[in-house]
């Protein structure tokens, strides 16, 4: 089964919680703070490879998750990071998050981190100054980024084939490269796409076959014109036209008015065209077949003649086709350096911003605060412990944010919420 859409519940691992521990010193009742921080939790990355043609693994296993980091221990020992969640994806795959697109990984071993683990907590060896000696208090982690991801499969070829049903489309894949699909001496044989890779002279190209199309393809006829987006992000086009067809002519146009009507663009594709099955038919009717293609293909296109049976031309047409994939690649701009930091999708702590807002939730009684960072502070919060609130209240003091709500009405026990964190009086009581 060739699966090319998929959703799945992508989930960072957690951070550890920092730990409270102090050192046990002979002579000493209880030694300065040494507890650690919790590690890092595991990134989700998505590693696009050729080994992988559809999007079917995804549907038995919706959940990719990282593992969560581990909490910090005594000794200022931090705790383990998790381990990052490697999941293998075609190339061609395109990653939307809320419908929008934020990766779309077209290159073999090409990597993107889809959601960051969260940081660790801070232990409390951290929390010590000349006013607190023995800090209760550590970070919790942060939670680990997680989402809806949706997954589409867009193949990523560099030659795709079109044509009418029973053009020899799939024949051809099968001759020429390691693929082996379905062939019949019907309509609609193929009903998913199929890819092979073709070997010729010092290189390879990867060839897509896809479901034959036919006039009315655009508006839903046949098999319509759905598969065409596995050929949309081809290189170039080999058009396959049966040379018994009455009118190779008409044959031809009618699938290029089918071309333009799914993507102007992709009617611009550089394109090659050729007459198969030509085993059975002598020079004369060939080059009469061969004429009157011409005069519909037009003098930029040259017009190959082949025989998957007789594998006459083959060899012929696969150096043409190399070479303009080679043109279109040599054009392409130049790709990015592949250095992991420009994947990263998510922000990093240290680029977060320190803007704030204060608003007054009425209806739940609370004062709420908005902002990257105090959010951020927020959710490495332990409730639980009252240095930790303190201190949030501190960076609150800081940041000119307790000030701010106070001029908004807020009293000492009124309740304060940051971001989607737990609410808490503003003033310890
Ligand atoms: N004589 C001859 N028959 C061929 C050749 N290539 C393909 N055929 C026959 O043509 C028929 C259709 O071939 P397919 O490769 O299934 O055609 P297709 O274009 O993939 O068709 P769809 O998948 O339906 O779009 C089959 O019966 C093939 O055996 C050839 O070189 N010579
Ligand atoms: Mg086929």
């Known amino acids: 089964m060739f699966v090319d859409t998929a959703k799945v519940s992508v989930q960072a691992g957690k951070g550890g919680d920092g730990a409270v521990s102090f050192r046990h010193e002979i002579y000493v009742d209880k030694g300065g703070p040494d507890g650690g921080d919790g590690g890092r939790g595991g990134d989700v990355v998505f590693v696009a490879t050729e080994n992988v043609n559809t999007l079917l693994d995804f549907r038995y296993k919706p959940e990719l998750k990282a593992t969560d980091g581990a909490a910090g221990s005594k000794k200022r020992m931090a705790g383990r990071s998790g381990t990052d969640l490697i999941v293998k994806v075609p190339m061609g795959t395109l990653v939307r998050r809320d419908g929008e697109i934020i990766a779309d990984l077209t290159?073999?071993?090409?990597?993107?981190?889809?959601?960051?683990?969260?940081?660790?907590?801070?232990?409390?060896?951290?929390?010590?100054?000349?006013?607190?000696?023995?800090?209760?208090?550590?970070?919790?982690?942060?939670?680990?980024?997680?989402?809806?991801?949706?997954?589409?499969?867009?193949l990523l070829a560099d030659v795709g084939l079109v044509g009418f049903p029973n053009a020899g489309k799939s024949t051809f894949?099968?001759?020429?490269?390691?693929?082996?699909?379905?062939?019949?001496?019907?309509?609609?044989?193929?009903?998913?796409?199929?890819?092979?890779?073709?070997?010729?002279?010092d290189g390879s190209i990867l060839i897509a076959d896809i479901p034959g199309?036919?006039?009315?393809?655009?508006?839903?006829?046949?098999?319509?014109d759905a598969f065409l987006r596995h050929v949309e992000r081809t290189a170039v086009l080999l058009h396959l036209i049966d040379i018994y067809s009455e009118d190779v002519a008409t044959s031809y146009k009618t699938i290029r008015e089918e071309l333009k009507k799914y993507s102007p663009e992709l009617a611009l594709r550089?394109?090659?065209?050729?007459?198969?099955?030509?085993?059975?038919?002598?020079?004369?009717?060939?080059?009469?077949?061969?004429?009157?293609?011409?005069?519909?293909?037009?003098?930029?296109?040259?017009?190959?003649?082949?025989?998957?049976?007789?594998?006459?031309?083959?060899t012929d047409l696969l150096r043409e086709l190399r070479a303009a994939v080679q043109t279109v690649r040599d054009a392409e701009p130049e790709l990015e350096v592949d250095d992991a930091e420009s994947d990263v999708i998510t922000l990093s702590g240290e680029q977060l911003s320190e803007h704030w807002e204060v608003e007054r939730d009425e209806h739940a009684n609370v004062y709420r605060v908005f902002g990257?960072?105090?959010?951020?502070?927020?959710?490495?919060?332990?409730?639980?412990?009252?240095?930790?609130?303190?201190?949030?209240?501190?960076?609150?003091?800081?940041?000119g944010i307790s000030h701010e709500l106070s001029r908004a009405g807020a009293k000492g026990e009124s309740l304060v919420q940051i971001g989607d964190s737990q609410s808490f009086p503003l003033v310890e009581q």
Not at 213 to 224: C, Q, T, W, Y
Not at 270 to 292: C, H, N, R, W, Y
């Open 107 to 154: 290159r073999n071993g090409e990597r993107v981190v889809i959601a960051k683990g969260g940081d660790g907590g801070f232990g409390n060896a951290h929390f010590k100054s000349s006013t607190r000696q023995t800090p209760r208090m550590a970070e919790l982690g942060e939670p680990g980024d997680t989402f809806e991801a949706e997954l589409e499969l867009k």
């Open 270 to 314: 550089p394109e090659v065209v050729a007459l198969t099955k030509s085993e059975g038919f002598d020079a004369e009717m060939i080059a009469m077949q061969v004429d009157a293609l011409k005069k519909a293909v037009g003098d930029k296109v040259a017009v190959h003649v082949i025989s998957a049976a007789s594998h006459h031309g083959l």
């Open 173 to 201: 894949l099968s001759v020429v490269t390691n693929a082996r699909p379905e062939i019949a001496d019907y309509a609609f044989t193929t009903l998913t796409p199929n890819l092979g890779v073709a070997d010729i002279d």
């Open 372 to 399: 990257e960072k105090i959010e951020k502070f927020a959710r490495r919060t332990n409730y639980d412990q009252f240095e930790s609130v303190n201190r949030l209240r501190d960076i609150m003091k800081r940041m």
């Open 213 to 224: 199309l036919i006039e009315g393809a655009s508006e839903g006829k046949g098999l319509g």
